[in-house]
C-alpha cells in the first residue's frame, strides 16, 4: 500500500476521503467528533508540506438528493474549530462552482465537499462520477478506513482515475493495527468475540480458528454454541439454523488445540427489558420462557483468568446486552480485563466501541478501531477494496 509520506506533496492539490459520518443529535449538533480528531494529524502534516487539500466524506444515509439534515457543514465548522484555521465549505462535490473554489486554494489551505451521497452515483460507484471527483485533484489519498470495505466512487472508483493514489495515516495505521495483532501477533493471541448474531460473524469465526490460540464467545452468539452442546436455551435469542455450524466450529477448534471458551453460568431474565425480572443460573438452570441476556460471574472471571495470559487480545461484541445495566457487568468484566493486560489489545467493531467507551477504558487498550463492517471484514480474512484499489 503506498503511503502519502512517500509522496511529493508540496503545492499538489490532494483530494482526501474522510470518514466524517459522525452522530449527530436531533439538532444537528455533533455528539461526537472522534472521527475528525482521528484526521488531524495527516491533516496537520500536509498543511505543514504546503499542499492544498479537499476533504470528502458521506454522512448518515440521505435518500437521493441534497438533504440539510445531511450537510457536512457542521463537521467544517467543527474542523476549523480543532485546527484553529478557516475551512472553506463547497455547497456540493462535483460541478464548475467546486472547480473554481478549488482552483482558488493556496497551499495550507483546505476545503470540504458536501456529503458525497447526495449524489447516488457515490454508492453506485458510477464511473463519470468518479472522473469528475478525480479530475479536482493531482493526488488521491484514502483516509476512511471505515467505509474501505465499499465499492464506492470515493473509495475505490476514484482511484482508476486519479493520477496518483496513496493511504493516509489513519488507513496505514488501522490495517497495521490489525495484522500486527492477528496474523503477527504476540502470542498467546486470544479472540473475544460477541454480539448478537453467530451469522453476521460467522465468516470472522472461522477465519479466526487460523490464528487463535484461544477464543471466548459471549453474547447472544454464544446461546447458539451453547444450544450445539445441548444446553436448553429456553426463550433466549438463537440461530437453530447454525447450530451444526457452532458444532463444526467447536469440532475445528478441538481438533486444532484451541481453547474455546463458552460461558459457564448465565444472567437469564423473564424479558427484555432493564426493569426485567433477572436472576444468575447456571447453564441448566434457565426457568422456562427466560432469556440469558448476559455471561454470569463465574463466567467473566474465567474469561477474565484467560484474558490475564494474552499476549494479544482482539475484542469485538459485548458480552451481554451492555446497553441495560443488569446485563452490563460481564462485558464490564471482559473490559476490566482487557485494560488491565499488559498485551498488545485491538479494539473493533461500532458496538464494542461504544461499549468500551461505556466501560471507561478507552484510554486503556492499545487501539481502538474506527470502523466497523471494515473491521469485521479484515477479520474475516477478506483484502479492503479501499485498499486493493491503492495497490
Ligand atoms: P453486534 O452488533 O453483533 O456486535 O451485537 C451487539 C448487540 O448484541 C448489542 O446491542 C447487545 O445488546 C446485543 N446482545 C449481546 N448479548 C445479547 C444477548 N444475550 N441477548 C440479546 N442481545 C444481546
Known amino acids: 500500500m503506498k503511503s502519502v509520506r512517500d509522496l511529493d506533496v508540496s503545492g499538489k492539490t490532494l483530494f482526501i476521503r474522510v470518514d466524517y459520518n459522525l452522530p449527530m443529535d436531533d439538532q444537528g449538533n455533533i455528539s461526537d467528533d472522534n472521527r475528525i480528531r482521528a484526521t488531524l494529524e495527516l491533516i496537520t502534516y500536509l498543511i505543514e508540506k504546503k499542499s492544498k487539500l479537499i476533504l470528502a466524506s458521506h454522512l448518515g ?41 478549488v482552483q482558488a486554494l493556496e497551499p495550507g489551505q483546505i476545503l470540504m465537499l458536501e456529503n458525497l451521497r447526495f449524489h447516488e452515483e457515490e454508492k453506485k460507484n458510477d464511473p463519470d462520477f468518479s472522473k469528475a471527483l478525480a479530475d479536482l485533484c493531482d493526488v488521491y489519498v484514502n483516509d476512511a478506513f471505515a467505509v474501505s470495505h465499499r465499492d464506492q466512487a470515493s473509495v475505490t472508483g476514484i482511484t482508476r482515475y486519479a493520477k496518483s493514489s496513496a493511504a493516509g495515516f489513519l488507513l496505514e495505521k488501522e490495517v497495521r493495527s490489525y ?24 465468516a470472522a469465526l472461522e477465519n479466526m480458528l487460523k490464528f487463535v490460540d484461544c477464543m471466548i464467545i459471549g453474547g447472544a452468539m454464544a446461546n447458539t454454541f451453547l444450544a450445539a452442546n445441548g444446553v436448553d436455551t429456553k426463550g433466549s435469542m438463537i440461530e437453530t439454523d447454525l447450530i451444526d455450524t457452532a458444532s463444526g ?8 488445540g484451541i481453547n474455546l471458551l463458552l460461558p459457564s453460568d448465565l444472567v437469564v431474565a423473564d424479558r427484555f427489558d432493564k426493569d426485567a425480572q433477572s436472576r444468575t443460573v447456571s447453564l441448566n438452570e434457565i426457568p422456562d420462557g427466560w432469556m440469558a441476556l448476559d455471561v454470569g460471574p463465574e463466567s467473566a472471571k474465567r474469561f477474565a483468568n484467560a484474558i490475564a495470559s494474552a499476549g494479544t487480545i482482539v475484542w469485538n461484541g459485548p458480552m451481554g446486552v451492555f ?7 460481564g462485558t464490564q468484566a471482559v473490559a476490566d480485563a482487557i485494560a488491565g493486560s499488559s498485551a498488545f489489545s485491538v479494539v473493533g467493531g461500532g458496538d464494542t466501541g461504544l461499549a468500551a467507551k461505556q466501560c471507561g477504558i478507552t484510554e486503556k487498550v492499545s487501539y481502538i478501531s474506527t470502523g466497523g463492517g471494515a473491521f469485521l471484514h479484515m477479520m474475516e480474512g477478506k483484502v479492503l477494496p479501499g485498499v486493493a484499489a491503492l495497490e
Open 61 to 101: 444515509r440521505p435518500k437521493g438528493g441534497r438533504d440539510k439534515k445531511f450537510s457536512l457543514k457542521p463537521a467544517a465548522v467543527r474542523l476549523s474549530e480543532l485546527l484553529n484555521m478557516p475551512v472553506a465549505f463547497a455547497e456540493d462535490c462535483i460541478g464548475d462552482a467546486v472547480k473554481k473554489q
Open 323 to 329: 446497553e441495560m445495566g443488569p446485563f452490563a457487568a
Open 249 to 256: 466450529i467447536m469440532a475445528h477448534a478441538r481438533e486444532k
Open 179 to 202: 495484522y500486527d495483532s492477528v496474523e503477527h501477533p504476540k502470542k498467546p493471541l486470544i479472540v473475544v468475540i460477541g454480539g448478537a448474531k453467530v451469522s453476521s460473524k460467522l
